[in-house]
């Protein structure tokens, strides 16, 4: 399983909201390359970037910083979200070599895009599954839908998505713990391997995902935990390269 370092951007700061709410954040760095080096070197091995400005406005907007991180990182897997609503995007962003994209908005809104990007773009796209209560939210998280988030997972699996991020919006950037039983729901209602994020707050998480992380959670995501340091990267996949059941 791996432990996948966040780094969300707004304006070009690195930054970490609560709830996914836009006003209240808080900056870690306005250095967003750097911060990328620092969890590279403690041992990360894949970068989760999100674009939160193109979340809400539904194209990129901190695309010169993600290219940056990657140019910076060329041998690093980068998977990004946040804007990401045409094939030109997806082309543009895999051109300056991030590798995975991951479509939320548009996948709740015409599934037929997952498709689509799917057969152009073969093994690079995630799709990205916020849910509150079990129902998918949509546009940064300010539309709740009334589909269930597991059976859209359902509806993608034939689509050949390399993974999905699953966010559970009631715990994110809160530092109140995961939440395993819908991860698990989640990875259990497909074959499509499940990236578990939102609430990841000390190693407690991490053990208690690596413990299930056979019935096909492959990696989790975390941001406000290892920037505040009830988190240490190094020491989180460590455990997950060595748990054994």
Known sequence: MLVIPAIDLKDG?????????????????????????????????????VD?????????????????????????????GGGIRSLDTIEAYIDAGVNYLIIGTKAVKEPAFVSEACREFPNHIIVGLDAKDGLVATDGWAEVSNVQATELAKRFEQDGVSS????????DG??????????VAMALASSTPVIASGGITNMDDIKALRAVSNQGICGAITGRAIYEGTLNVAEAQAYSDSYKS
């Open 13 to 49: 700061e690195c930054v970490r909201l609560r709830q996914g709410v836009m006003d209240d954040s808080t900056v870690f760095s306005d250095d967003p390359v750097a911060m990328a080096g620092k969890w590279v070197a403690a041992g990360a091995r894949r970068l989760h970037l």
């Open 52 to 80: 939160l400005n193109g979340a809400f406005d539904g194209k990129p907007i901190n695309g010169e910083v993600v290219t940056a991180i990657a140019k910076a990182h060329p041998n690093l897997p980068i998977q990004i």
């Open 164 to 171: 999905i991020v699953y966010t559970d919006i009631a715990r």
């Open 174 to 183: 809160m530092m109140q713990g995961v939440n395993v039983e819908a991860t």
